[in-house]
Nanobody
Framework: QLRLVESGGGLVQPGGSLRLSCATS????????IGWFRQAPGKEREGLSC????????YYTDSVKGRFTISRDDAKNTVDLQMNSLKPEDTAVYYC?????????????????????RGQGTQVTVSS
């Protein structure tokens, strides 16, 4: 099981950008899929983007495709989520998770409780 810690959240104006980081306790990550999820007030947690650490393949849900980019930074041992063109509806708590069982696409659609390792979240607020 990995220890995951999210950071980088905050308050940003509509149209702005934020970069979230998911710091992991395991080096290397090669056997894991890493995913970013979010939960807005009153809504279910949803998968946004998932990545295979082994081959770099990625998956994005339609709501963030073209705006968000998931990437791995081996120097910092993080998996990052670059978020551009942010909208008020992107306001949520953002979480990362890691697992060795699911495919990249499947991981982004599985229930939060399914994952081997789960972070505590970081708040993102998009407001003017």
């Amino acid at each position: 099981q990995l220890r995951l810690v999210e950071s980088g959240g905050g308050l940003v104006q509509p149209g702005g950008s934020l970069r979230l980081s998911c710091a992991t306790s395991k080096i290397p990550l090669d056997d894991y899929q890493i995913g970013w999820f979010r939960q807005a007030p009153g809504k279910e947690r949803e998968g946004l983007s998932c990545m295979s650490s082994r081959d770099g393949s990625t998956y994005y849900t339609d709501s963030v495709k073209g705006r968000f980019t998931i990437s791995r930074d081996d120097a910092k041992n993080t998996v990052d989520l670059q978020m551009n063109s942010l909208k008020p509806e992107d306001t949520a708590v953002y979480y990362c998770a890691a697992d060795r069982v699911f495919t990249v696409r499947a991981m982004c659609t599985m229930p939060w409780s399914s994952f081997e390792s789960r972070g505590q979240g970081t708040q993102v607020t998009v407001s003017s």
